[in-house]
């Protein structure tokens, strides 16, 4: 049967999936967090379902409402403590299905002209949120990665100009580049897919909950250069996903400007740091970068796939990226975001961005930072008062602590923790998952939600304890 618009049931079934989202945001707490079901029988539930007709629009939501809706966890879920996934905005989860219905291809302005324009509203506030120029440069791409990626291609262009002509076999010395060892995998998955290879990553053990040694990176930097090797990049981590620790950035920004390196800041999750009076010295020298990641669907509430992309080299990205026969793509003067970022076709997701933030305003993202780190250090006195070891030294909203059993094996106490958190995950009462740092197992909870309250960290405190001690075998 041929598809034919105006005979589909638009207006029922867009009052259907009005009922789901209202019952989604209205429902938060009636939910599991965690589904708890089977992967193999889920499969089961999809199979066959793809065949050569169609079900039509409303037995298709009905299907969403039985099969996908009960079987998904529920970021917003208050208790939802998890990896770094944000709890959606409503406006912003709205702009997902509006955007779906229009050409949504951000790469060039004439295919999503105001998509395109509040996407440059969105760069415009958060380069003034982050002290930046005026003129950087910035977009949207899906995931932090991709923008640590863009990052790195830019810094290497910028450093071996001859190897973006003639490839490596241009390089007379090994390129590296510097992290810590508490930076996110993305940034080595990174370096290795612009070339330099697993070895010309340097991630550099830290202090405290991780963050890098300046003198140490320094001696390194000296050492690898006197032996031949060519550094040009060091990566720094406002937020580190473990557990949160801040890299000094002013000392790395002087630092690159010492050696000539290029200053990536992997701000994907701390980043929303700016937004507090208190916090904001910390992500001091942030303003120096050459670029920076940000994710808007981290801690600015704002659903997946949302990443902002920025750097202080729009010449370089226009050079780096140029695209080679575009006669079919109209031209208009302006450097489009396909001819200066990696993606062609890029998802409109800015939309979700200007729309979560006009709708509810920065001041709800701020008051939700705020309440998210005070809630976690909260969470870090009653686990203290409940007997666990607390790691010292949070800053932003992530907690870890461990359940320490006097005179045990070292590795049976670090399964016990993840026990603990398997345990609670099972139970569908909360999310949160464990961590390694100093060589050892961490519970970690971290908050970027929303809807968290101090009664949940009050009763997830609770559950945490009870269920430390039944599986510890101590009294509960
Ligand atoms: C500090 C940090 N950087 C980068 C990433 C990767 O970001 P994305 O998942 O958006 O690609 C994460 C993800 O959790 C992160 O925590």
Not at 126 to 138: E, K
Not at 226 to 249: N, Y
């Given at each position: 049967m041929s598809f034919d618009l105006t005979r589909e049931p638009l207006e029922d079934a867009a009052g259907r999936a009005a009922d789901l989202f209202v019952e989604i945001y209205r429902g938060l707490e009636d939910r599991r967090v965690d589904p708890g079901v089977d992967r193999d029988e889920l499969r089961r539930l999809f199979r066959h379902t793809l065949t050569e007709e169609g079900i039509g629009l409303?037995?298709?939501?009905?299907?969403?409402?039985?099969?996908?809706?009960?079987?998904?966890m529920g970021t917003p879920h208050p208790l939802y403590l998890g990896l770094v996934n944000s709890s959606p905005l409503p406006a912003?989860?709205?702009?997902?299905?509006?955007?779906?219905?229009?050409?949504?291809?951000?790469?060039?302005?004439?295919?999503?002209?105001?998509?395109?324009?509040?996407?440059?509203e969105v760069v415009r506030v958060?380069?003034?949120?982050?002290?930046?120029?005026?003129?950087?440069?910035?977009m949207v791409l899906p995931g932090g990665t991709f923008a640590t990626l863009q990052g790195l291609a830019l810094a290497r262009a910028r450093h071996f100009p001859d190897?973006?002509?003639?490839?490596?076999a241009a390089l007379d010395g090994r390129p590296v580049l510097y992290t810590?060892?508490?930076?996110?995998?993305?940034?080595?998955?990174?370096?290795?897919?612009?070339?330099?290879?697993?070895?010309?990553?340097?991630?550099?053990?830290?202090?405290?909950?991780?963050?890098?040694?300046t003198a140490a990176l320094e001696d390194r930097i000296e050492r690898d250069?006197?032996?031949?090797?060519?550094?040009?990049?060091?990566?720094?981590?406002?937020?580190?996903?473990?557990?949160?620790?801040?890299?000094?950035?002013?000392?790395?920004a002087d630092l690159c400007h010492r050696h000539g390196l290029w200053f990536h800041v992997d701000a994907c999750y701390g980043g929303a740091a700016v937004l507090l009076d208190e916090l904001r010295p910390r992500l001091a020298g942030i303003e120096r970068a050459d670029s920076i990641a940000v994710d808007p669907h981290k801690w600015f509430f704002i659903p997946i796939a949302a990443a902002l992309f920025l750097t202080r080299h729009a010449e370089l990205e226009c050079r780096t990226f140029a695209a080679g026969d575009t006669s079919y793509i109209p031209q208009h003067g302006e450097?489009?975001?396909?001819?200066?970022?990696?993606?062609?076709?890029?998802?409109?997701?800015?939309?979700?961005?200007?729309m979560g933030l006009r709708a509810h305003g920065l001041s709800a993202v701020r008051d939700a930072v705020r309440r998210n780190i005070e809630l976690t250090r909260l969470l870090e006195r009653l686990l203290a008062e409940e007997g666990f070891e607390v790691l010292p030294g949070g800053e932003l909203s992530i907690a870890c602590a461990r359940w320490e059993v006097a005179e045990g094996d070292p590795d049976e106490i670090d399964r016990l923790q993840t026990r603990i958190a398997e345990d609670v995950v099972?139970?569908?009462?909360?999310?949160?998952?464990?961590?390694?740092?100093?060589?050892?197992?961490?519970?970690?909870?971290?908050?970027?939600?929303?809807?968290t309250r101090e009664r949940h960290i009050r009763r997830l405190s609770g559950l945490v304890a009870e269920t430390a001690r039944r599986l510890a075998g101590g009294p509960v």
């Open positions: 409303l037995p298709t939501l009905s299907e969403f409402r039985d099969r996908i809706l009960p079987n998904s912003a989860a709205l702009a997902d299905l509006l955007v779906s219905c229009l050409n949504n291809n951000g790469g060039a302005v004439h295919q999503s002209p105001a998509i395109s324009a509040a996407e440059q958060f380069t003034r949120l982050f002290g930046l120029d005026p003129s950087w440069s910035g190897w973006q002509a003639r490839g490596p810590s060892q508490a930076a996110h995998f993305s940034v080595t998955r990174s370096g290795v897919t612009v070339g330099i290879g697993d070895d010309g990553v340097v991630a550099l053990s830290g202090t405290g909950r991780g963050s890098l040694d250069r006197s032996q031949g090797s060519r550094p040009f990049a060091v990566v720094a981590t406002a937020g580190t996903t473990g557990t949160g620790a801040i890299d000094p950035l002013s000392d790395i450097a489009d975001a396909f001819r200066r970022g990696i993606p062609t076709s890029r998802r409109s997701s800015g939309l979700g961005i200007w099972r139970s569908g009462l909360a999310w949160f998952s464990t961590a390694r740092h100093a060589d050892r197992n961490w519970l970690r909870f971290n908050l970027v939600n929303l809807y």
